[in-house]
């Protein structure tokens, strides 16, 4: 199974950028997805997830700013980022819960994307 992160990228302070995460697999469908934010020298920690029935939760640095879905027709999900601050700045992960066609409950990583905003 592969799970392509990508969207990252260089934006000024107040910008824009749309985050994606696909999982590539004809056997499995995304139950659960979450975006994890690495700052240089920190931690990871959750910005946001979002549930097999759509549910939405935010951590509050991010909240009206971020905004996470899903395509599940395509196996994909997004994290569109708006009015971004310098100290959004960092690596990207996603997260992912998947089910495949027996029923079985599988969890990936993506590979990470660079998100960098400029004051």
């Known amino acids: 199974v592969q799970l392509q992160a990508s969207g990252g990228g260089l934006v000024q302070a107040g910008g824009s950028l749309r985050l994606s995460c696909a999982v590539h697999s004809r056997i499995m469908s995304i139950n659960s997805m979450d975006w994890n934010h690495q700052a240089p020298g920190k931690q990871r920690e959750l910005v946001a997830s979002i549930t097999s029935a759509g549910l939405t939760d935010y951590a509050e640095s991010v909240k009206g700013r971020l905004t996470i879905s899903r395509d599940n027709a395509k196996n994909t999900g997004y994290l569109q980022m708006n009015s971004l601050k310098p100290e959004d700045t960092g690596v990207y992960y996603c997260?992912?819960?998947?089910?495949?066609?027996?029923?079985?409950?599988?969890?990936?990583w993506g590979q990470g994307t660079q998100v960098t905003v400029s004051s």
């Open positions: 997260h992912v819960d998947a089910r495949d066609i027996l029923g079985r409950k599988w969890t990936y």
